[in-house]
């Protein structure tokens, strides 16, 4: 069964880091575009950011929110997807998910059940 | 950006009714709208894509249409798992964009 499991969540003060991790099985990792989609507590979904695969030059693309404090990247070989946080500010806060991209379409089939992430002082 | 707005934003209905649920996009997008079923405290799940092209598994009362730059999701009979939040997504450009959600409750 195709599975993807997020980690690395928890609480960081305003200005900090974090990294987040998603572990991907049973499915070639290496063929597909990934992406990060967050959400607020309480709130509606949000793209965050999208890598594509080894054939697609592992082009990486990101929301406006996020461009220059976030980076994806992703590292085939152990079949995982990263997002490593900068600069995180209070409206950073959210359960953040790592979703596969079926046929690089941008049409998100598998998702992980999310990592918490908590900005506070 | 594409703004996705979706309507209502919630609703409640009857096991057997039928439901529609809109989504507007504030240009042109083809064909390039999903939708997703939320339920409290998991991960959204894939319904629909292509605008009308059901995802292996899903149940065969969901449907999708289109006209012009309206899509609809329909629940032709209403089930009592079918109460959540459902998302429209547009796939047509950088930066995706979701609509605002729809919550469905079971009278």
């Known amino acids: 069964e195709v599975q993807v499991v997020e980690s690395g969540g928890g609480l960081v003060q305003p200005g900090g880091s974090l990294r987040l991790s998603c572990a991907a099985s049973e499915f070639t990792f290496s063929d597909h575009y990934m992406v990060w989609v967050r959400q607020a507590p309480g709130k509606g979904l949000e793209w965050v950011a999208r890598?594509?695969?080894?054939?697609?030059?592992?082009?990486?693309e990101y929301a406006a929110s996020v461009k220059g404090r976030f980076t994806i990247s992703r590292d085939d070989s152990r079949k995982s997807l990263y997002l490593q946080m900068n600069d995180l500010k209070t409206e950073d806060t959210a359960i953040y998910f790592c979703a596969r991209d079926l046929y690089g379409r941008a049409i998100f089939d598998y998702w992980g059940q999310g990592t918490l992430v908590t900005v506070s002082s | 950006d594409i703004q996705m707005t979706q309507s209502p934003s919630s609703l409640s209905a009857f096991v057997g009714d039928r439901v529609t649920i809109t989504c507007r996009a504030s240009q042109s997008i083809s064909s390039d709208l999903n939708w997703y079923q939320q339920k409290p405290g998991k991960a959204p799940k894939l319904l629909i894509y292509?605008?009308?092209t059901l995802q292996s598994g899903v149940a065969s009362r969901f449907s999708g249409s289109r006209s012009g730059t309206d899509f609809t999701l329909t629940i032709s009979s209403l089930q009592p798992e079918d109460f959540g939040t459902y998302y429209c997504?547009?796939?047509?450009?950088?930066?995706?964009?979701f609509g605002g959600g729809t919550k469905v409750e079971i009278k």
């Open positions: 292509a605008a009308s």
């Open positions: 890598t594509r695969n080894k054939a697609n030059s592992y082009i990486t």
């Open positions: 997504q547009q796939s047509y450009s950088i930066p995706l964009t």
